[in-house]
């Protein structure tokens, strides 16, 4: 039984150790521009974060596929790209 305790305790710190090191790797292309964008952090970006890009100011109601208001993460992914060799984006 003692064995069976210190394996699931195992798991459960190796589990955590994994989940941490992927917050502390340096995000790079569309997720770190909308986290740059994203001035709360509340994982959305409201028209005013986002036309803090010039690049994407007249694009709001585009990358907003549902209309609701704000861009997700997801609707941003889908909607924006990066360029790899300038950083500038859509």
């Known amino acids: 039984m003692k064995h069976k305790f210190a394996f699931m305790c ?3 710190l190796l589990s ?3 989940l941490a090191e992927d917050d502390t790797k340096p ?3 569309v997720e770190a521009k909308f ?4 001035k709360d952090t509340d994982g959305r970006l409201s028209k005013e974060e986002l036309s803090s890009d010039s690049s994407l100011s007249g694009s709001f109601s585009t990358i ?3 209309a ?3 861009v997700t ?6 909607k924006v790209k990066t360029k790899p ?3 500038q984006s859509f």
């Open 27 to 29: 995000k790079s292309g």
């Open 85 to 87: 060799t300038s950083g």
């Open 73 to 78: 993460k997801e609707e941003f992914r889908a």
């Open 68 to 70: 609701d208001g704000y």
């Open 64 to 66: 907003d596929g549902d």
């Open 10 to 12: 195992a798991a459960a």
């Open 35 to 38: 986290e740059s964008l994203d």
């Open 16 to 18: 955590t150790a994994a």
